[in-house]
């Protein structure tokens, strides 16, 4: 494999877990606010994160290359309210975007053509988790702090997390 591309992957690996660990820190958190459905909501989405990791890995080692498994920094865990929550995930996930394009960079560059369409899966995820951090944190503005209207939104969160499906880690599988 490609020692740029290579490297590019195992910087991916890395943010894959760090997003892991950040919704599982955000899920910990509405989990002791008494927010459920947003708790589910969380730990659905940090499993998601986890087979994002493991997916990279599987295509790293299965290409001859070898998948690194570094620490991570400790997540944030304590927010000011859902809409900080909700607004540090969107940040997050635009980051992880830069991170997706870089790849994408990277593998035109060393003409990794190979790795640049399994690439593309990752490209459409997060096209629609930025999509869906964005519409969640407008109801969270619309709502603005009815307590009424944090109920039912916590209850969508919960029904989203049980209606969303898991992902397959095979690299050639979505
Ligand atoms: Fe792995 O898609 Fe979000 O971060």
């Not at 998601?48 to 080692?61: A, C, D, G, S």
């Not at 869906?132 to 916590?154: E, P, Q």
Request: aromatic residues 8%; glycine residues 4%.
């Amino acid at each position: 494999m490609n020692k740029r591309v290579e490297k590019a992957l195992n910087d991916q690996i890395s943010k894959e877990a760090m997003s892991s660990q950040y919704y599982l820190s955000m899920a910990s958190w509405a989990e002791c606010n008494g927010l459920s459905g947003t708790a589910k909501f969380m730990y659905t989405h940090s499993d998601e994160e986890r087979f994002h990791m493991l997916k990279l890995i599987k295509f790293v080692n299965e290409r001859g290359g070898k998948a690194i498994i570094e620490s991570l920094e400790k997540p944030p865990v304590s927010f000011k309210n859902l809409e900080s929550v909700f607004a540090e995930l969107l940040a997050h996930e635009i980051r992880v975007t830069d991170s997706i394009n870089n790849l994408v960079d990277v593998c035109l560059q060393e003409k990794d053509y190979t790795t640049h369409n399994f690439i593309q899966w990752y490209v459409s995820e997060q096209l629609e988790e930025e999509a869906l951090a964005r519409t969640v944190l407008d109801k969270i503005k619309l709502i603005d702090g009815d307590s009424g209207g944090l109920y039912m939104f916590d209850k969508d969160l919960e029904n989203a997390a049980i209606a969303s499906n898991g992902v397959s880690i095979e690299p050639n599988q979505n």
